[in-house]
């Protein structure tokens, strides 16, 4: 009896110890994982905010040189070939993916990335080389605005090259943050497959060697008994662990989406944030700027001018600032439509269907409520958003001829339906057919939004049949003004 005991405790001990040393092993392995993506993910936000910074710099550059030519007084400090400096130094360090950032030198590798860059440098190179003639002081002023002209013609296609590498950077940070989870999820389920088997392969040979100790030791009818009750006893632990443990499991999921949900709000919240800034410093700062060109340029009319072609030029150069003028308001616009938060959706919708298809030729068709929809901020700007993301879709991938917008009041739930007649698609092909990955990201950003406003998004199409999308949004209160 002694060496069964000794051989049965040798054996459990080695057994222990093997299963803490795995479960110590993936927890420190887990540990590692997690503060190595942590790392990854701080470098990556820096990348994102120097390249976005990018398309500030390039932005202020354009403004430095319309005031340079123009000879307008500015109160930027700033010199202009430190700023354009900068804005080489800053390009070359993320086209060579070794960006410096303090004493530290962040190094990132992807394709994808490399081809935006390789797309982005021959524009890169040509607005460089139109802002260095800029500033040279020998160079004759109709040849600047030339060059100035070249900057304004490529500026638009520089920020939106910049526009996806950022996006891109933002992609593959989210990626990298999506495979961690599924690390997560894989070294749980190892950690629950190693606590199972030192179940099975500890706790159940202790039962055993426990009850044919027992048998072996008494014989008595009272000792079996109680042996069985104690049996039951722990029976009811295991299941009450065992319960506890789902319980505990499915809090962890539920907080997971949470987390996840709070997650894609604040990104949400802070692209909102972003486009509401971007929207004030065009108006503000930009739009001013040109509208004050434009003064001192109308002034100029009552100027002699030597000829008919100067003249000419002068009227065509009043005319490409009000294009300017235009194009701006536009932009700060579509970034954050000033009358959504003057008159509410419902006017923010209808001049929304009107401005598209002034644009694009569309038919549109819009039906609102009678009265004023009262909703917060938040749900406003989420269904908006919602909509627009639609109409591009639309014009995009519909060729559709005719496009009804509803917004709907039933109850305590406000309803958004926009129906096309396009030529429709297979929902469960839509990540097999060209050009669809873009629409398909369309689709799950309006979705997210959604769920965001604790609403619903079904969507419906079929081949030549059209596209219908239902946005159902049942917040606490909705007053009809």
């Given at each position: 009896?002694e060496k069964?005991?000794?051989?049965?405790?040798?054996s459990?001990?080695?057994?222990?110890?093997?299963a803490?040393?795995?479960v110590?092993?993936?927890t420190?392995?887990?540990?590692?994982l997690?503060?190595?993506?942590?790392?990854?993910?701080?470098?990556?936000g820096?990348?994102v905010?120097v390249?976005?910074?990018?398309?500030?710099?390039?932005?202020?550059?354009?403004?430095?040189?319309l005031?340079?030519i123009?000879?307008?007084?500015?109160?930027?400090?700033v010199?202009y070939?430190?700023?354009?400096?900068a804005?080489k130094?800053?390009?070359?360090?993320?086209?060579?993916?070794?960006?410096?950032?303090?004493?530290e030198?962040?190094?990132?590798?992807?394709?994808?990335?490399?081809?935006?860059?390789?797309?982005l440098?021959?524009?890169?190179?040509?607005?460089?080389?139109?802002f260095?003639k800029?500033?040279?002081?020998?160079?004759?002023?109709?040849?600047?605005r030339?060059?100035?002209?070249?900057?304004?013609?490529?500026?638009?296609?520089?920020?939106?090259?910049?526009?996806?590498?950022v996006?891109?950077?933002?992609?593959?940070?989210?990626e990298r943050?999506?495979?961690?989870?599924?690390i997560?999820?894989?070294?749980?389920?190892?950690t629950?497959?190693?606590?199972?088997a030192?179940?099975?392969?500890?706790f159940?040979?202790v039962?055993?060697?426990t009850?044919?100790?027992i048998?072996?030791?008494?014989?008595?009818?009272?000792?079996?008994?109680k042996?069985?009750?104690?049996?039951?006893d722990?029976?009811?632990?295991?299941?009450e662990?065992q319960?506890?443990i789902?319980r505990i499991q499915?809090?962890?999921?539920?907080?997971?989406?949470a987390?996840d949900?709070i997650?894609?709000?604040?990104?949400?919240?802070?692209?909102?944030?972003?486009?509401?800034r971007?929207a004030?410093?065009?108006?503000?700062g930009?739009?001013?700027?040109?509208t004050?060109?434009k003064l001192?340029?109308?002034?100029?009319?009552?100027?002699?001018f030597?000829?008919?072609?100067?003249?000419?030029?002068f009227?065509?150069?009043v005319?490409l600032i009000?294009?300017t003028?235009q194009?701006?308001?536009?932009?700060?616009?579509?970034l954050?439509?000033?009358?959504?938060a003057?008159?509410?959706?419902?006017?923010?919708?209808?001049?929304?269907?009107e401005?598209?298809a002034?644009?694009?030729g569309l038919?549109?068709?819009?039906?609102?409520?009678?009265?004023?929809?009262?909703?917060?901020?938040?749900?406003?700007?989420g269904l908006?958003?919602i909509?627009?993301?639609?109409?591009n879709?639309?014009?995009?991938?519909?060729?559709a001829?005719?496009v009804?917008?509803?917004?709907?009041?039933?109850?305590?739930?406000?309803?958004?339906?926009?129906?096309?007649?396009?030529?429709?698609f297979?929902?469960?092909n839509?990540?097999?057919?060209?050009?669809s990955?873009?629409?398909?990201?369309?689709?799950?950003?309006?979705?997210?939004r959604?769920?965001l406003?604790?609403?619903?998004?079904?969507?419906?199409?079929?081949?030549?049949?059209?596209?219908?999308l239902?946005?159902?949004?049942?917040?606490?209160?909705i007053q009809?003004?």
């Open positions: 009896m069964i005991d000794k051989r049965v405790a040798g459990l001990t080695r057994f222990y110890v093997v803490l040393v795995v110590a092993l993936l420190l392995g887990g540990l590692f997690i503060r190595k993506t942590i790392s990854s993910l701080n470098y990556d820096r990348v905010n390249a976005g910074r990018q398309r500030m710099l390039s932005q202020r550059l354009t403004k430095l040189a005031v340079k123009g000879q307008i007084p500015h109160a930027d400090s010199r070939d430190s700023l354009l400096n804005w130094n800053n390009h070359n360090q993320l086209a060579e993916k070794k960006l410096l950032v303090g004493k030198t962040v190094v990132w590798k992807s394709a994808p990335l490399d081809s935006m860059f390789a797309r440098n021959p524009v890169f190179e040509t607005m460089y080389q139109a260095d800029i500033d040279n002081s020998d160079l004759a002023i109709e040849e600047k030339k060059e100035l002209a070249t900057v304004l013609e490529m500026e638009p296609v520089f920020l939106s090259k910049m526009n996806e590498i996006f891109q950077f933002d992609k593959e940070s989210y943050l999506k495979n961690l989870e599924r997560e999820w894989i070294m749980d389920i190892m629950i497959i190693v606590l199972l030192e179940g099975l392969l500890i159940r040979p039962v055993n060697e009850r044919r100790a048998r072996l030791l008494s014989q008595s009818e009272e000792a079996l008994l042996a069985n009750t104690e049996l039951e722990k029976n009811k632990l295991l299941l662990a319960n506890h789902a499915k809090e962890k999921y539920q907080l997971q989406l987390e949900r997650r894609t709000g604040a990104l949400i919240e802070g692209q909102e944030e972003e486009r509401k971007f004030r410093e065009l108006h503000d930009i739009g001013q700027m040109l004050g060109l001192h340029a109308e002034k100029l009319r009552q100027v002699q030597a000829d008919e072609k100067q003249r000419n030029r009227d065509q150069l005319k009000q294009e003028i194009t701006t308001r536009q932009i700060s616009y579509n954050m439509p000033s009358v959504l003057d008159f509410g959706l419902n006017a923010a919708l209808k001049l929304l269907c401005q598209t002034d644009l694009s038919k549109i068709r819009y039906e609102g409520l009678e009265g004023t929809v009262s909703l917060n901020s938040q749900t406003e700007i908006y958003r909509a627009q993301e639609a109409l879709n639309t014009l995009k991938h519909a060729e001829d005719n009804v917008i509803k917004l709907e009041e039933n109850g305590n739930c406000v309803i958004l339906d926009i129906e096309d007649d396009g030529k429709g297979l929902i469960r839509l990540k097999n057919q060209q050009g990955v873009f629409m398909q990201n369309g689709i799950e950003n309006m979705r997210t959604a769920k406003l604790s609403g619903d998004l079904a969507l419906t199409s079929d081949p030549e049949r059209g596209t219908k239902v946005v159902t949004i049942c917040p606490e209160e009809i003004l």
